[in-house]
């Protein structure tokens, strides 16, 4: 059945298009009521003449058809990427960005929204490439050096916070969901909690339902142990925006923090299929299914780290628990092993590797390990004291905050040692003890780049080469 030019039109007109549609569906109609005409004027006999004018018409309107169709999908590509990024949902961008590549090849546009993506990650290496890349592809220098400066930002590199924030905020076209998050990272890797109230209320206030504003109020919430706030506060931020990823990894630590463990699990569910490689979330995970029982369900999660040598001291410990419970303590020992060898003082690892060997009645190991955790147990239970301190602010010099870091480091986390002892750092960039301790870090967990460059500070430092 052939349409009238009237029912082509309101077909036309019955959908919003865009600019690609619209030219898509331009051709096809054109041609259409181009052949409907010739069919209804030429009779039987159509001239040679006819056919050649329609042949010349189709020529010109299907590349025009083909044009609008790939261009549409670019343009819905880069609303899809662009929607990933505000969400911070960076692999997912990531993901949509490499499969326009394949499209279009590398552009110079492609390369820029892959170093914000890298830059959310923290991936500094990939960061530099990709915006040089994008650089050399002719992307705007305002924008590229925006960037730079947005993660000089975060990192909080620089001494005036002031000034940093002023050129942050001065960008280009600039963006307040992107530039706030770099500039309250910044400021928290400093310490500077006025300063980010100060901006969180100046942010709240040009963006009233921005997701971010009620995210970091959580985080500093969580921070001070106020579970009740912090939940307030991000369950805000996920119902102002559910597709917004950060919030669930808050979330989870905020249920985790009240014993609520089902909400928990479902919350790094969520977060974990934007984030699969999170180590961390991981451990997480694991600890909170290990506190509802949840027992094979751990260690389906944990075999494969295990087997592929991801798995960190976090994992092993909660896979240690859950061989406990099961009465198999030997498969305690060779979980725990390693840690053991790299981190002697670990009281949680030394409690378990205790009870493990009890069960072997290998009576002096197991005499060994208790007194290793015995004697590492008051110092464990300052933490929750010293991080009170730092955070009101009565503690905030160096050595404070290396003495935290260097309980955490040696006797109970490792991530969270490496957070106070950078902490240490920032107070006073000379102070040796937290270079030595991130050395022996960097060292244990094969980061021998990084273990170089704090020893050859402390090698200037102390005068010897």
């Not at 530039?179 to 300063?195: R, S």
């Not at 339902?209 to 921070?223: E, K, N, Q, T």
């Not at 929750?384 to 109970?412: C, M, P, V, W």
């Amino acid at each position: 059945m052939v349409r009238s030019k009237t029912q082509s039109k309101n077909l036309s007109n019955a959908i919003p298009l865009s600019e690609a549609d619209a030219i898509s569906a331009a051709a096809a109609i054109a041609a259409a009521n181009a052949m409907e005409e010739e069919r209804t004027s030429a009779g039987p006999k159509s001239s040679a003449w006819t056919w050649i004018r329609l042949g010349i018409l189709l020529a010109i309107l299907i590349p025009l058809a083909g044009f609008g169709y790939y261009r549409n999908r670019y343009t819905t590509s880069i609303l899809r990427i662009n929607k990933a990024l505000e969400n911070w949902d960076n692999l997912a961008a990531v993901t949509e960005i490499k499969k326009l590549e394949k499209t279009n090849g590398l552009t110079a546009e492609s390369a820029f929204l892959r170093s914000r993506a890298y830059r959310h990650l923290g991936d500094d290496i990939a960061f530099a490439q990709f915006l040089e890349l994008a650089r050399q592809l002719g992307y705007s220098p305002e924008k590229i050096q925006g960037e730079k400066l947005l993660r000089e930002t975060q990192l909080g590199i620089g001494d005036d916070v002031d000034s940093s924030i002023a050129k942050a905020m001065a960008l280009p076209d600039t963006d307040i969901s992107e530039v706030g998050p770099a500039v309250v990272y910044g400021l928290l890797g400093k310490m500077q909690f006025g300063t980010v109230d100060a901006f969180l209320n100046f942010w709240g206030q040009q963006q009233p339902d921005s997701p971010w504003v009620p995210f970091f109020r959580g985080m500093i919430a969580l921070s001070n142990r106020d579970s009740a706030s912090a939940i307030t506060a991000l369950e805000k931020s996920a119902t102002t925006r559910p597709d917004f990823l950060p919030v669930y990894r808050q979330l989870a630590s905020a249920y985790s923090m009240t014993r609520d463990y089902d909400r928990a699990v479902r919350s790094l569910q969520r977060y974990l299929k934007g984030s699969p490689n999170d180590l961390d979330a991981i451990g997480v995970l694991a600890t909170a299914l290990s506190n509802l029982d949840r027992g094979d369900e751990v260690i389906e999660l944990l075999q494969p780290m295990m087997e592929s040598g991801k798995a960190t001291t976090d994992m092993r410990q909660v896979l240690a628990r859950i061989y406990i419970a099961k009465n198999e303590p030997q498969k305690v020992i060779d979980t725990l092993s390693n840690v053991a060898t790299l981190w002697p003082e670990d009281v949680r690892t030394a409690n378990l590797l205790s009870q493990a060997h009890q069960a072997l009645s290998n009576n002096s190991e197991a005499e060994r390990y208790a007194k290793i955790a015995e004697a590492g147990q008051a110092d464990v239970q300052s933490i929750d004291n010293r991080i009170a301190r730092l955070l009101s602010g009565t503690d905030q010099s160096a050595e404070k905050n290396y003495e935290l870091g260097h309980i955490f480091l040696h006797k109970q986390s490792r991530e969270d040692g490496l957070h106070w002892l950078n902490s240490a750092l920032m107070v006073d960039a000379n102070h040796l003890p937290a270079h030595e301790d991130l050395v022996i870090y960097f060292t244990r967990t094969n980061q021998m780049e990084l273990a170089a460059r704090h020893q050859r500070y402390i090698n200037l430092r102390k005068g010897t080469q």
